[in-house]
């Protein structure tokens, strides 16, 4: 099971750190990706990161302003966005599989999924 948090309401410049908390002893095998859903869009992909940490891919629209990473040790995902814009508005949302094969950027690839946590950036 995964939980999303760290949402709320940012001006435009700001940041925001996003947690995802993973129950279960399997957290180092899985795989784990950010995506969004924007109001009346498709959910797309935000980021992505490997089992260990090592590997990381990024939305070309967040990239150099957000930063996936994870901490083995406390079950927990995080995504911290920088320089944030009104177009960052979105539910966000983080997911996870045991097993990727270069299409981290589809959300068919992923097995569990989060909640969703709400991020809205005004201008």
């Known amino acids: 099971q995964l939980q999303a948090s760290g949402g709320g309401l940012v001006q435009a410049g700001g940041s925001l750190r996003l947690s995802c908390t993973a129950s279960?002893?399997?957290?180092?095998?899985?795989?784990m990706g950010w995506f969004r859903r924007a109001p009346g869009k498709e959910r797309e992909f935000v980021a992505a990161?490997?089992?260990?940490?090592?590997?990381?891919h990024y939305a070309d629209s967040v990239k150099g302003r957000f930063t996936i990473s994870r901490d083995n040790a406390k079950n927990t995902l995080y995504l911290q966005m920088s320089s944030l814009k009104p177009e960052d508005t979105a539910v966000y949302y983080c997911?996870?599989?045991?097993?990727?094969?270069?299409?981290?950027?589809?959300?068919?690839?992923?097995?569990?999924w989060g909640q969703g946590t709400l991020v809205t950036v005004s201008s």
């Open positions: 997911a996870a599989t045991g097993s990727i094969s270069g299409t981290y950027y589809l959300e068919y690839a992923y097995d569990y």
């Open positions: 279960g002893r399997s957290f180092s095998n899985w795989f």
């Open positions: 990161i490997d089992w260990k940490g090592s590997v990381t």
